[in-house]
Nanobody, 122 residues
Framework: QVQLVESGGGLVQAGGSLRLSCAASGRTFSRYFMGWFRQAPGKEREFVAVSHWSGSTSYADSMKGRFTISRDNAKNTMYLQMNSLKPEDTAVYYC????????????????WGQGTQVTVSS
């Protein structure tokens, strides 16, 4: 079992930045691919980015350039740095863990956090 807790969400003006954190406990954090997803009201949950313990990362095409995923294996923590935020980035952001390499599908992730709300005002 892996327990995941997100933090760092909040209200920010368009053009601003936020850094989300995901603290993991339980099984060895470094074994898993760790991903960020988001879900806007009335929309399906969508893939944002995924990271490997080695530091390698992969992003959804629409997230490249403004979002940066990173992780600190020693602290069992993953981060999502979000810059130049737009109102359309408003969503609940979730972190998740999977054993499946580089998989962007929601159904492939076995462990999920409770989510943290990000609201971007125009």
């Amino acid at each position: 079992q892996v327990q995941l807790v997100e933090s760092g969400g909040g209200l920010v003006q368009a053009g601003g930045s936020l850094r989300l954190s995901c603290a993991a406990s339980g099984r060895t954090f470094s074994r898993y691919f760790m991903g960020w997803f988001r879900q806007a009201p009335g929309k399906e949950r969508e893939f944002v980015a995924v990271s490997h313990w080695s530091g390698s990362t992969s992003y959804a095409d629409s997230m490249k350039g403004r979002f940066t995923i990173s992780r600190d294996n020693a602290k069992n923590t993953m981060y999502l740095q979000m810059n130049s935020l737009k109102p359309e980035d408003t969503a609940v952001y979730y972190c998740a863990a999977t054993n499946r390499p580089w998989d962007p599908r929601v159904q492939s992730y076995d462990y999920w956090g409770q989510g943290t709300q990000v609201t971007v005002s125009s």
